[in-house]
């Protein structure tokens, strides 16, 4: 098993995380971030490996602005370098990596704009993934977005979406079972639709699972994963979430 934690780490002095205004945009700006956030995120790499945590998840704000619109520079030539040396780390170390875009990339969005830059900002996170030429098994995870007033409609066009994304960002994708719409029992539906493979939130799952038992559920998602893959990921709460189980 590996274990690690996501994106922050509090015992570094650095944050891979940096960002700055809009109205402060420059690509002398974006450089000089930009290339804070990647020295960090390799010396946060490092320690985890030093205290074995192999298992990592990237943040999305490692290039500011890299989806957005004002966007002008050639981040991915500019950089691609440090990614490469970054992945060789990743790879020889056999870390897992992850990223997890934030609640403003909603693929089954009924709002055309905000599908739009969804597909926008997913293409960020692959193509992070792919200058570190990081096999498949690093992964761009997602929940299966809003309800809009009609669940089945909103889930039928989530799936829709996925099929006809990109094959690159669909080898990157999968989904998480969230706390207050979209319980596994709806991940697995989706799965059975598209084969999207589905990582697990326990803590999630404590706020909905519809009864259902912790263990047929753990069976139940690790089946949605390519045995090639060798994968499975959980996700825990701070508190213990297998406690009275």
Known sequence: MKIGYPCINLTLDCRSSKTFRLKNYSSEKLIHISHVNIKCLFEILKFNVFYSFYFFRITSDLIP???????????????????????????ENQIRISMHPGQYTVLNSNNQKVFKNSIKDLEYHVEILDLMELNKTAKVQIHIGGVYGDKKTSLERFKKRYLNLEERIKNRLIIENDDKSYDLNDCLNTNESTGIPIA??????????????????????????????????????????????
């Open 65 to 91: 602005f890299a989806s957005h619109p004002i966007m002008n520079f050639n981040w991915q030539d500019r950089f691609k370098p440090e990614f490469k040396k970054i992945g060789n780390f990743i790879k």
């Open 200 to 245: 697990f939130d326990i803590y999630h799952y404590k706020c909905l699972n519809n009864g259902k038992d912790l263990h047929d559920a753990f069976n139940l998602f690790t089946q949605t994963w390519e045995k090639d893959d060798g994968i499975t990921i959980v996700h825990y709460s701070s508190k213990n979430p297998l406690k009275g189980q």
